[in-house]
């Protein structure tokens, strides 16, 4: 069975994004709590909802394979949150996926600007960020990280 990628609409699919990412937090390892992630949790389904923002999940059959937010940063610029595909669902092109839906529902948002931030580590994320037309840009936002890469698409 092929994934279905779709946003989140429901109070059953955000619980399910919440545990994708709570997954990704576990994944990555590092501490992330310099980026308020109980009041990211708290307030998920306002801040990845409607009216300015959007969480798609990648779905196989009833489980989630991977996720990923768009969220307003200022008027025109939104930001790309928490890219995840879990290990045995990679290499299906899901990453590449969730991107390119979650570009076309920036642009269908009437934004102007994509931005992220990852670490360097992360090399496959930035060579998929690349082949998508994002560029290295300088630091908009505080990480710890001395790997903080920065990167924007233009939409």
Known sequence: MDPLIRPCATDDDFAAAIAVTKDYVRWLGMDLAFQGLDAEFAAFPVMYG????????AWEGPEPAGGVGLRRLEPGVCEMKRLFVYDRFQGRGLGRGLCVGLIE???????????????????????????????????????PDPGAVYLELRL
Do not use: S, W
Request: charged share 20%; proline share 9%; net charge positive.
């Open 105 to 143: 529902r920036a642009r269908a948002l009437g934004y102007g600007r994509m931005r992220l931030d990852t670490i360097a580590r992360m090399e496959p994320a930035l060579a998929l960020y690349a082949t998508l037309g994002f560029v290295k840009i300088a630091p908009y936002r505080f990480n």
């Open 50 to 57: 409607p009216p300015e923002g959007v969480f798609l999940l």
